[in-house]
C-alpha cells in the first residue's frame, strides 16, 4: 500500500492503563516521543517502564488509552465492563506499525536455530517481501555496522551475550524502522559485555534516530538522552532534559532514586 | 510353509502401509488438535482436551471394535441394508483418531517448551501468526517433539497388530492363521516378533537420522 510520505509525527500514547496479574501497572500514562528524540525512561523494577514501551507497538495491548504511530492512531478496543479483554481491532495496521518499529529485547530473543544473518534477513524477506540475496546484501551491512561482520554464519549459541544483542540491533534495524525500542538491553549481560552493546547504542543515537530506552544504566542515559523520563508505580513522575534530570531533580522520589542508583 | 511367505509379505505391505497412512492422518490431526489446545477460544481448548483425555483413558482394542461396530452399524443404517465396514479402513479411522490424541499433547508440550520471547521477537518485526508459525514455532518444535514420536511411532507400528482382531490380514492375522492351520505356533509367532522388531528398529533408525536432521547447530 502506497502512502503519502507524511511528517513524521513520532509517538504519542494518551491515558495508558494495564493491570496484570491483579496489579494496576500502568496507571493513565501520557507519554510523547517526538522524531529524532533520544527518550529514556528510567525507574525501579515494577514501576511500569517495560509494560510502557510493550504497549508502544502493541506486544501488550493496554486496558484503556489511545496511542498514534506516525500520525496514525491504533484501533484497539478498550478493556470491557464486563471483563472482556482489551484487543487488537486491526492486525494489519498493527503489523504495519510494528515493521515500523524496531524493538530490541532484555533477553535478545534471537531464533537458535537460524544463524546470525539468518535472524536479520528474515524480516526484510517475510514482512517486508525483500528478495533473498538483496536481504543478505542488507543483513551482512546491518551486521558489519554493529561489528560481526565475521560472525553472519555463526548460530546464537556460539555467541557471547553482547554479540547476540549485537545480532538482535542488527535485526532492529535491517526493518529500518522510524523507531528503535529497547527494553533493558544490557539488564541480561555480564557486565563487562555492557560496554559493545552500549556503543552500537550510542553509535546509533550519534545517527540522530528516534529512541526509546527502558534502561538502568544511568551515566549512559545521561550521556545520549534528550530527555529522561523517571517512572513510579505506573505513572511517569517526572520527565526533563538529562542535565536537569540528573543534576537538579524535582521529585523527591527521583532524587532518591539517583541517589541509590549511583 | 512357503504359501505362508508370500502371506506374510502381503502382510507386511498391509501392516507397514497401515502404520503409514494412519500415522500420517494422525500427525496432522495432532498438530491441529495442539494448535486447537493452545487456541484462545476456551471452547475449542476445552473440546479438544476432552478428546485427548477420552481417547488416551480407553484401551485401543475397545476403540477399534467401537469404531468398526459402530461404523459397520451407522453406514448400514445410513443404506437401509447390512454393510460391513472395511477392516483397514476401521483400522485406519481408529489408529489416526488414536494417533492424534497422543501426539497432540506431544507437540502442544513442545510448542509450550519454546520461550515467548522468541515469538515476541517475530511479532515485533510485523510477522503475521502464520509466519511466526513456519519460521519460529515448528521447526523448533518438531526438534523437541522428536524423541517422543519417535516412541509415540514404535507404539503405532505394534498397535497395527490390533486390527487383526476386526479380519485385517496383517502379518499378525498371517500368523494367526498360520500358527493354527500348521500347528505350530512358536514358529509363526517367532516370525512375526521378527517382522514386527525390524519395523519398529527401522522406524528408530529413520527418528535418529531426523534428530540428527534437525538438532540445533552447536548444541
Known sequence: MLREPAADHGIRAERIQKRLGGNDVLRGVDLTVRPGEILSILGSSGSGKSTLLQCLNLLTVPDRGDIWVHGEKLAIRAISQQGGQARILDHRQVRRVRASMGMVFQSFNLWPHKTALENVTEGPVLVKGIRRNAAADLGRHYLAKVGLSDKADAYPRHLSGGQQQRVAIARALAMEPRVLLFDEPTSALDPELVGEVLRVMAALAGEGRTMVIVTHEMAFAREVSTRAAFMHRGLIEEESPPQEFFSSPVSSRLRGFLASHR | ?219
Open chain 2, 1 to 219: 510353509m512357503d504359501g505362508f511367505v508370500v502371506q506374510f509379505v502381503n502382510g507386511l505391505k498391509t501392516t507397514v502401509l497401515l502404520a503409514l497412512v494412519s500415522g500420517s492422518l494422525g500427525m496432522a490431526l495432532g498438530l491441529l488438535a495442539a494448535a486447537g489446545r493452545l487456541s484462545r477460544w476456551r471452547a475449542v481448548s476445552a473440546g479438544i482436551g476432552f478428546y485427548t483425555t477420552i481417547i488416551r483413558g480407553v484401551p485401543e482394542l475397545i476403540i477399534i471394535l467401537l469404531i468398526y461396530f459402530g461404523g459397520t452399524v451407522a453406514i448400514s443404517a445410513f443404506f437401509g441394508r447390512y454393510v460391513e465396514v472395511n477392516a483397514f479402513l476401521a483400522g485406519v479411522v481408529s489408529l489416526t483418531v488414536v494417533f492424534g490424541a497422543y501426539t497432540a499433547e506431544i507437540f502442544r508440550g513442545a510448542v509450550l517448551s519454546i520461550p515467548a520471547g522468541q515469538i515476541e521477537a517475530a511479532r515485533s518485526l510485523g510477522l503475521h501468526p502464520w509466519q511466526t508459525w513456519l519460521l519460529v514455532i515448528l521447526p523448533q518444535m518438531l526438534r523437541i517433539a522428536l524423541p517422543a514420536l519417535a516412541n509415540q511411532w514404535i507404539s503405532l507400528v505394534k498397535e497395527t497388530s490390533l486390527i487383526s482382531i476386526v479380519g485385517l490380514t496383517d502379518i499378525m492375522r498371517v500368523a494367526a492363521i498360520g500358527a493354527g492351520s500348521l500347528r505350530a505356533p512358536l514358529t509363526f509367532y517367532l516370525a512375526a516378533s521378527a517382522l514386527y522388531l525390524a519395523l519398529t528398529s527401522l522406524a528408530l533408525v529413520i527418528f535418529n537420522l531426523l534428530e540428527r536432521r534437525f538438532a540445533v547447530p552447536g548444541r
